[in-house]
C-alpha cells in the first residue's frame, strides 16, 4: 500500500504516524479504509470509488490517499499529477470469498497465495502480462 499526495503538494512523511495529522481519503469497504482505521486515524474521508477519491486530492479536498502500488503506478502511468508521500511496510493479498465460505477453506486457500507468492510465481504471472512484479522497495517506515 502507498500513501499518495498531489503532486504541488509540500507534505513530506517520514512515518506512518506523522500522516496522521492529514486527510486522507480512501473507499468504503476498502482494504485501506480497514488499514487506516485499524492504526488510528481520525481525519478518514470516504468516496464511493477511486475515482472520487482521486478528483478529491487532485481538487486539494483531502491531503493523501491510500491505493495499491499497481493502482498508484498506472495513475502515473496515465499522467495524473500525484506522487508518493509513503509507501507503507508490507503488502496485503488475499483472495476475495463469499462470508459463507468454510473458515477452514479460506485458511488453505491463503496458504496457497502465501506460498505462490513466497516461491515467486506470483510475481512470473504478473510480468507475464505485463504488469510490475511486487519488488517495490520501501520509501520509509
Known amino acids: 500500500m502507498i500513501m499518495v499526495r498531489r503532486k504541488d503538494s509540500a507534505i513530506k512523511l517520514r512515518s506512518l504516524s506523522e500522516a496522521k495529522q492529514f486527510i486522507v481519503g480512501t473507499q468504503r469497504q476498502d482494504f485501506s479504509a480497514n488499514y487506516l482505521k485499524e492504526h488510528g486515524f481520525q481525519k478518514i474521508d470516504y468516496a464511493a470509488n477511486l475515482g472520487s477519491t482521486l478528483k478529491k486530492l487532485i481538487a486539494g479536498r483531502v491531503d493523501l490517499m491510500m491505493t495499491s502500488e499497481k493502482t498508484f503506478e498506472t495513475m502515473r502511468a496515465?499522467?495524473?499529477p500525484v506522487e508518493a508521500a509513503l509507501v507503507l511496510e508490507g503488502k496485503q493479498y488475499g483472495i476475495a470469498c463469499h462470508m459463507d465460505m468454510p473458515d477452514e477453506i479460506v485458511?488453505?486457500?491463503q496458504t496457497e497465495l502465501d506460498r505462490l507468492i513466497a516461491q515467486?510465481?506470483?510475481d512470473r504471472i504478473f510480468e507475464h502480462y505485463g504488469v510490475r512484479p511486487n519488488g517495490?522497495?520501501?520509501a520509509a517506515k
Open 136 to 138: 517495490i522497495k520501501q
Open 107 to 109: 485458511s488453505r486457500l
Open 120 to 122: 515467486g510465481v506470483q
Open 78 to 80: 496515465d499522467g495524473k
